[in-house]
């Protein structure tokens, strides 16, 4: 199992611009969320969904969009990205009780 | 949720035991301690987690206090590839639900 990927690793955007960040899992896991984490921060959560076409905001869901079509893929959309949207962004997936994390997606956006 | 309270950092010697405390004192009932880690720069990594017994596996052991106000975490023979951040995360039972980060601790593990 790959467990959960992310792309793309590294991201520059410019204000204004948008962007999909690409999550998958193979684990046939139903839960799966988006963190962000800012420098010196822990993770703060933006959206997550507990199965496919179902979803839901988390703490600091704005400026974010989320669907889940399909069981695998949770991606996260950046509409008009902000200098603040500056972060690394985390997904997560868990089937009970333990979360497995991706190696992120480091965004810069000037 | 229960707030939690860790050091902010800790060191450590290679080959020694590592001991994390983490205060939970609001803790419900229900909710279950986690704990994860987070090497520099990579996704945060389960570690274990208990309810009121000790428990221990591959990585870790956990120590719950009786009265469930606070744990510690230990790591029996640190080493190098130890030094990350340490999170305690109280969370409910059988829940899928959402982990809430605080600071953690960053253990440092030196030669």
């Known amino acids: 199992n790959a467990g959960v990927t992310q792309t793309p690793k590294f991201q520059v955007l410019k204000t204004g611009q948008s962007m999909t960040l690409q999550c998958a899992q193979d684990?046939?896991?139903?839960?799966m969320s988006w963190y962000r984490q800012d420098p010196g921060m822990g993770l703060r959560l933006i959206h997550y969904?507990?199965?496919?076409?179902?979803?839901d905001q988390g703490e600091v869901p704005n400026g974010y969009n989320v669907s889940r079509s399909t069981t695998e893929d949770f991606p996260l959309r950046l509409l008009s990205a902000a200098p603040s949207q500056t972060s690394v962004y985390f997904c997560?997936?868990?089937?009970?009780?333990?979360?497995?994390f991706g190696p992120g997606t480091r965004l810069l956006v000037l | 949720d229960a707030k939690t309270t860790q050091p902010t950092s800790m060191d450590c010697a290679e080959g020694r035991a590592a001991n994390l405390p983490c205060n939970h004192s609001?803790?419900?009932?229900?909710?279950?301690v986690y704990w994860y880690r987070q090497i520099h720069s990579q996704g945060p990594q389960y570690i274990i987690h208990?309810?009121?017994n000790n428990e221990t596996n591959e990585m870790a052991s956990l120590i719950i206090t009786e009265d469930r106000k606070s744990s510690t975490l230990i790591l029996p023979h640190a080493t190098l590839r130890d030094t990350a951040v340490y999170y305690c995360?109280?969370?409910?039972?059988?829940?899928?639900?959402?982990?809430?980060f605080g600071k953690g601790t960053k253990l440092s593990v030196k030669p």
């Open positions: 609001t803790i419900s009932g229900n909710e279950y």
């Open positions: 997560a997936s868990s089937q009970g009780t333990t979360q497995y």
């Open positions: 995360i109280p969370r409910g039972g059988g829940s899928q639900g959402n982990l809430i």
């Open positions: 969904s507990v199965g496919a076409g179902i979803t």
């Open positions: 208990g309810l009121k």
């Open positions: 684990m046939n896991h139903e839960y």
